[in-house]
């Protein structure tokens, strides 16, 4: 019934750009128009993720999904109790019921485009030679850790988070070896920064830190950068995974 959706062999480039794009706006204006009352603004996110997942039928998407929508909410807890930022409106431990079901859905735009971007014969030339699934996971695992470290120890100085973050940022795209991982972090970045831009200024959530740009620090956009980066990181560590995993199995199976 719903394969239309997210299937970007089967859809033209133009198809998945506006179904993206849709789906970016369900959350985006959810949060923007809904926010000040959580519950009601969690139906349309949860709603959307749960078709585009059914749509994909892809475990690793799913992998990816729960564990942002685990480690992004955690993280946020976590930083609330510092008083880093704080949200108008919660529903638990200091965070509103839409959050997990945000950074899952998060998840979900940036692999779908991830994937989108190999159907445009434009970017189909460019560099992309990732290297083994260990290799990428523990990149991945740097990277993370040394973001919340520095979010966690200068969060009050944001030029420094932002000069540390851009460290974070050339070390992911120097081991992935992907330009499609790269563009993905160029549109995380600015989806990212228009959701908080437009979020702060309505007053959905806001930050202590004082220095900021239209009352969001300047880390948070290199920050937006990162998190797609993250994201399309372990997909691909699971997707090179399975590969390899597959590899074994032919191999065992043609020796004997």
């Not at 039928?57 to 909410?73: D, H, P, R």
């Not at 973050?165 to 970045?189: E, H, K, T, W």
């Not at 930050?207 to 372990?234: A, H, K």
């Amino acid at each position: 019934m719903f394969s239309f959706l997210f299937s970007h062999k089967k859809n033209s480039p133009l198809k998945n750009f506006i179904i993206l794009l849709c789906f970016l706006f369900i959350n985006l204006l959810s949060v923007w128009l809904l926010g000040h009352t959580p519950w009601l603004a969690t139906i349309p996110i949860l709603l959307s993720g749960i078709l585009a997942l059914y749509a994909s039928k892809s475990k690793k998407l799913l992998i990816v999904y729960y564990t942002f929508a685990l480690i992004g909410s955690l993280h946020e807890m976590f930083f609330i109790s510092m008083n880093v930022w704080t949200y108008d409106k919660t529903s638990f431990l200091s965070i509103p019921l839409y959050l997990p079901f945000v950074w899952g859905n998060i998840s979900i735009l940036c692999i779908s485009l991830y994937k989108g971007i190999f159907t445009l014969k434009i970017f189909q030339s460019l560099p992309h030679n990732p290297p083994k699934s260990s290799t990428i996971f523990l990149a991945f695992i740097f990277a993370f850790i040394f973001s919340i470290l520095s979010i966690y120890f200068f969060w009050s100085e944001p030029s420094l988070v932002f000069i540390l973050f851009i460290l974070i940022d050339i070390f992911l795209v120097f081991i992935i070896r992907s330009a499609p991982f790269a563009i993905v972090g160029i549109n995380a970045l600015g989806c990212g920064a228009l959701g908080d831009l437009v979020a702060v200024n309505i007053s959905r959530w806001s930050y202590s830190v004082e220095n900021t740009i239209f009352g969001v620090p300047s880390y948070i956009f290199i920050g937006w950068d990162i998190v797609g980066l993250l994201m399309v990181s372990l997909y691909l560590a699971l997707e090179a995974f399975e590969k390899e995993h597959a590899q074994k199995k032919s191999r065992k199976a043609i020796s004997h």
